[in-house]
């Protein structure tokens, strides 16, 4: 068996991957959702990034596990804070679009140092959130390649 040609073929099934293939399923939450209830949210649908939409769903921020503990340390009343306060907001969103390649989603994630990426849909009106790319799914990825070549 050539080790040259696995490499090619590799290579070129890594370059195919596409974000649509391997993203998850966005949570969503409001803008006047308070920082209590998005805490509650977080854990309850288990993910570690909630995107914040506005009355018609589309994006406007994203709340971190850190941006709710960074909140929380001080001795505010977390029932009376809005997320749309302590998210981080359009236009300093990082985001892919589901025809993407997988690489070029995961150079976003370590160059902008975040852990999750909303896969977009920009509209005249807005930005739909269609789906959620996050390190798990890059993980997940690597491993596919990894059982498609029998590695
Ligand atoms: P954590 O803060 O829990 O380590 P992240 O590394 O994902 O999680 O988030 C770091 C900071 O970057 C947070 O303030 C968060 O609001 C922000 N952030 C997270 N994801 C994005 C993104 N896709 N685009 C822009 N900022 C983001």
Redesign the pocket.
């Known amino acids: 068996y050539s080790g040259k040609k696995t490499m090619a073929t590799v290579t070129e099934s890594m370059m195919n991957l596409k974000v649509k293939d391997f993203q998850s399923v966005p949570v969503v939450v409001a803008e006047n959702m308070t920082v209590y209830d998005a805490i509650c949210h977080m854990f309850l649908e288990d993910v570690?990034?909630l995107f914040v939409v506005d009355d018609h769903g589309f994006l406007q921020g994203?709340?971190?596990?850190?941006?709710l503990l960074r909140t929380s340390i001080g001795s505010q009343d977390l029932t009376k804070i809005p997320v749309h306060i302590i998210?981080?907001r359009m236009p300093?969103?990082?985001?892919c679009k589901k025809n993407d390649s997988l690489i070029l989603a995961a150079k976003k994630l370590i160059e902008?140092?975040?852990?999750?990426?909303?896969v977009i849909n920009e509209k005249e009106e807005g930005i739909e959130i269609i789906g959620r790319l996050t390190k798990t799914n890059i993980t997940k990825a690597f491993i596919s390649l990894a059982d498609t070549h029998d590695l």
């Open positions: 570690g990034t994203v709340l971190s596990r850190k941006d998210m981080t300093n969103i990082v985001y902008r140092q975040v852990d999750s990426l909303p």
